[in-house]
Each structure stands twice: as C-alpha cells, then as structure tokens.
C-alpha cells in the first residue's frame, strides 16, 4: 500500500506509504477524503493549489471480478465542487498489481510545459517530456505510445479539449484492447490534468507486487458470494451480455422517462431505431462483436465493438448514456452517426454526456435543427479544433445556454443530467439534485427499483428515502473498484456482508457490524458535502432547473414535485 506523489512544479516523485488516516479507502473514498482533506475548498481548479488523484479501488487487484475501475478526483472546474470520475478499461488493475494505492498530481508544470508519467513493471515511477504530444487526439497518442512503451500497457490520456482546459474535458483510459475509448468523463477531469502539464499515464500492465491479502480463505468465500450474485441477476447475467447497456433504450422510453429533444418530450420517435436491440443486430450483421469484455477482471461483458458497413471499427462500447446524449437528446436516430459522435468525443477527450446535452441546448436555441446529424457532426468537430464556439460548446450545456441566453438547461451545478427524466423518474431527480457530485447516473440510480416494480417512479412516495440510502451505499461500492453494472451484488441477502468480510479479509481487521455501507458511504458524503459548502456552494445549488418544475413532460405529463424542504433532508446526516 503505497502514496507515489507526482509534484509538477519541482518535477519530483515521492513514494510514501499510505498514512493512517487513508487506512483502509480506495477509490472515490480516497479520493473525496483526501480533497476534503488537503485542497483549499477555495482554490482555483486549475490553479497549483488543487490535485489531481488517481485511485484504484481498496480491492482492485484482487482476485475478486469486475474491479478493474479507478476514480480521479479533483476540485472540478465544471461544478466549482469535490468531483470523483470514474473509467473502466486496464488502469485501475494495472496499478493495483503494482499495490499502488493512489497516485497524487500535485503543484502545476511551466506554462507550455508538457510530460508523461511512466511507471514501469516494477513499479518504479518518472516524468518524462512529451511535447512532441502536444495537441494530439487520444487515438493517435495511444497508438505511439503502445508503440514507444510496448502493447503490455495501460494508458490514461488527455486530448485536444484537456489541453484547452474546457470543463467538459475528460480523461481516457484504454480497454483490453488498447482502444482509449473508456473514460473519466465527467466534472472535467482532462482540463485539471491539462493545467497540470500531464498529457498521459503510462503504467506497465505486468506488475506482481499487489497487496497481500490477510486471509486468503475468508477472502476467497467472499467472494463467491459476489459471483454467484452477479451471476443470478438476469440484467447481469443475460440482458447486459446480449445487449450492453443500450438495453435500457426501451424500457426507459416506454417509461415517458427518456429525456428527448433537449428535455422536452419523455419518448423519442423513432427511438427502436437507436435500442440494443438494434444495435446489437447491426453489429452481428457487421462482423462486429456485440458482447465484449472491455474492462479486466470482467464477468459481465456488457461492451461492444461497433463498426462499419466496411466492418472498420468505429468505437468500442456504444453505451446507453452516449446514444442518449447524442441521440435522444439531439433528435438524432442513426447509430452510425451516434457511434461517430462516440468516436469523436473519445479521441477529442470530452464527456459524451455533457457533449450531447450541449449540442442538444444549442439546437433548443435555435442554432441547428433537431436530428441534423451533419450539424451535430460539425459541432462537435469545433471543439477539437478550439474554435470560438467550439469552446462554448466545451464547456458544456450551462455555458451554450449562457451564451444564446435559453433558460431549458438539464444540468445540476452546471453538469448534464443523464438519460432519466425527473419528472419522470423522480427518484433519479432527487439524486441529480442533491449528490454532492452534480448531477450524476452513477451516484444513487434508482432505475432498477422502477423496472424490478418496487418503486412507482411518479409517485412521490419513497423516492427520497431510496435515493437517499443508493447515495449512501454507492458511495461505499465507489471505494472497492467495483463496476456499477456488477453493483447488483449488494441486493443479494448476504452482498453487504460479503463486501464488509472482502475488506477484513483483505486488511486484517475486523469492523463495526455496519461499516458497509451505511459507515463508510456516509463518511464519504459528509467529506463531499463539507468540501462543496466551504466552497461556497448553498443549498440553493442541490435543486433541479426551474423547468422540470414547471414544463410538464409528455406523454405522462408530470412536473418533478419532490418539494425543497424533502431534498434538503436526503443527506441531512
């Protein structure tokens, strides 16, 4: 268990083990802490004072599944916030075998000042000049670097839109397969590494010198508690395999809960253009592959390969938050088109999410027409090429809204929502208003509680407190470099047990009977919501925008209608 701290400013690296106050955290949990913890609340996001912290999971690089994710966390130069993003793909394994606990960015390089971070098989770590990178997408970047350092690599990077420190900037992280289409999308993650001076982590996949593991045994039956979970969950088990997660399109549009033409119907027409079910028939057609493992350690395999009519790839993992955003959103319903918006945002460096939503308020406005793909296209292009507008569009829905002065903005502390409408699934709008983190379709999902039947989602009866306890146990599940789609283990009668005897077995301790998730989660959240007011955000900030109050949403047609004084209470720990 090791801290490799990375100083920008004096270009020096400092490997320290883990102090006692860090005991026992991993991802997002780490991360928050140590924000809350080491950066002035006040300080300007992509100023020295703020650090930028790569976390594995507390059980990544384990032998347990589906743990392969890392968190990245910062003050976020989007939500003015503590900020935790999470990416799938090698990284998070790769460091976890090197037993590396959290790498910290700290300071900020020269103006003009570029470099790569290399750590090698053994775990020894070095800055390394790359201003030959400069400007470079991620797809080109990967593939130099792949070449330069070796195939056995995982690799997160920053393209053009980190460079220019737009606050939609993301960070992308390679799959299996060496593509950089995973990513820590969102908060602008890839502009706080910009100002840094970091264009890309590059850490050698072959490390074998992970934590030990205290008791090897009790670790081992816990675990079989998690697989067995995950494997008797349909959606898990058979959905997400066949269809990814492009397998909510239905269902979620049959709801009226599918934001469409910028938030203002609930079902798109032509929506089964756009499904998994279509999707996963045109990639089968294709010569693609439709059930792909893109990320280590996976069990569930709900990625894919998408391709074209050529059977050239296009993007890997079409995902149901991405055909929303530059789909539904924008009125589009050609997966081609989506699949190149994909394509383009990953290879540019920008949130898919915060993207499309941006391009779809543009279009609101009146700049383009809904469904005009070449428009959305040309867009999107903009941004990499850092025009006047393609900045504007960068940094996301608030700021095109700001900018054509159109008040129908679906974005919480100036983050896109995902792809649930509040006035339909009003559990979903409680957590994007109220997390700490924006608004978010990680944080505290209540999709499953409406299509399993046990949440009526345009009843106000339940949604607080069920938003309020996914907060609280996803941010415990953010700490062990879980994925969210395996996160199903934590409904098993026994997956919050499993999860707290993974953590003992791992450590060597023994912990309070309700540590998991209800002591940590509600650590992590307290560290959040303490950062965010000293900060200066209010309560004011932890409210939807006006319209989702106000617009009733066809075809149910609601309005959200949880009052202030009930999202007040939702983290009133």
Not at 129 to 152: D, I, N, Q, S
């Amino acid at each position: 268990m090791k801290f490799v701290r990375v100083n920008m400013t004096h270009k020096t690296i400092r490997v320290e083990d883990v102090p006692p106050e860090y005991a026992g955290l991993g991802g997002r949990g780490l991360t928050s802490i140590m924000i809350n913890r080491e950066v002035p609340p006040d300080c300007d996001p992509l100023g020295p004072e703020n650090k930028l912290i790569f976390a594995p999971g507390f059980l990544t690089g384990t032998t347990l599944v589906n743990t392969s994710r890392i968190s990245v966390g910062a003050k976020s130069p989007l939500t003015g916030g503590i900020k935790e993003s999470n990416a799938g793909g090698t990284i998070g394994a790769s460091l976890g075998h090197l037993g590396i606990t959290a790498i910290i960015v700290e300071g900020q390089a020269a103006e003009g000042d570029l470099s790569l971070l290399r750590i090698d098989a053994q775990g020894e770590a070095s800055l390394i000049p790359a201003p030959e990178f400069r400007g470079m997408r991620t797809y080109t970047l990967v593939e130099k670097l792949l070449a330069a350092y070796g195939e056995k690599n995982s690799i997160m990077c920053i393209g053009p839109a980190g460079e220019y420190q737009l606050a939609s900037a993301s960070i992308q992280s390679t799959d299996v397969d060496g593509h950089p289409c995973r990513a820590a999308a969102r908060g602008g993650m890839g502009a706080v590494m910009a100002a840094k001076g970091l264009k890309a982590l590059v850490v050698d996949q072959r490390g074998k010198s992970a934590d030990a593991i205290a008791d090897p045994a009790a670790f081992k039956e816990a675990t079989k508690v998690v697989v067995e979970a995950v494997k008797a969950d349909h959606m898990s088990a058979e959905v997400m395999p066949a269809l990814g997660t492009a397998a909510l399109v239905a269902p979620v549009n049959a709801m009226g809960a599918f934001p469409s033409y910028n938030a203002t119907r609930g079902q798109l027409e032509g929506w089964e253009k756009i499904s998994g079910e279509a999707m996963a028939e045109i990639i089968k057609e294709r010569g693609g592959n439709p059930t792909h493992r893109g990320c280590d350690q996976c069990m569930i395999h709900c990625s894919n390969i998408y391709v074209d009519k050529d059977g050239k790839f296009i993007t890997g993992s079409l995902e149901y938050e991405t055909i929303w955003a530059t789909g539904g959103m924008t009125g589009i319903t050609d997966l081609d088109v989506i699949a190149q918006l994909d394509h383009l945002c990953d290879d540019i460096g920008l949130d898919t999410m915060n993207t499309g939503v941006a391009v779809a308020v543009a279009m609101d406005a009146g700049y383009r027409k809904f469904g005009d793909a070449e428009a959305a296209i040309a867009m999107v292009e903009e941004i990499g090429k850092g025009t006047e507008f393609g900045r504007i569009l960068g940094n996301g829905p608030a700021a095109v809204g700001e900018h054509f002065n159109h008040p129908r903005v679906p974005a919480v502390k100036r983050q896109s929502i995902a792809a649930y409408d509040p006035r339909g699934m009003l559990g979903n709008g409680v957590t994007f208003a109220t997390s700490p983190m924006g608004a978010d379709h990680t944080a505290g999902n209540v999709v499953g509680a409406y299509l399993e039947r046990k949440l009526d989602p345009l009843n106000p009866e339940g949604q607080v407190e069920t938003s309020r306890f996914l907060q609280i146990a996803m941010a415990a599940y953010d700490c062990m470099g879980q994925c969210f789609m395996a996160s199903v283990a934590l409904l098993h009668p026994e997956g919050f047990g499993a999860f707290k005897k993974l953590i003992e077995a791992k450590a060597g301790v023994q912990l309070e009977e309700d540590y998991f998730p209800f002591g940590m989660g509600i650590r992590i959240l307290k560290a959040e919501k303490e950062f965010n007011r000293k900060a200066g955000l209010t309560k004011k900030d932890d409210r939807l925008p006006r319209f989702f109050y106000e617009e009733p949403l066809p075809p149910h047609n609601k309005v959200f209608v949880i009052s202030d004084q009930e999202l007040d209470s939702v983290l009133d720990f």
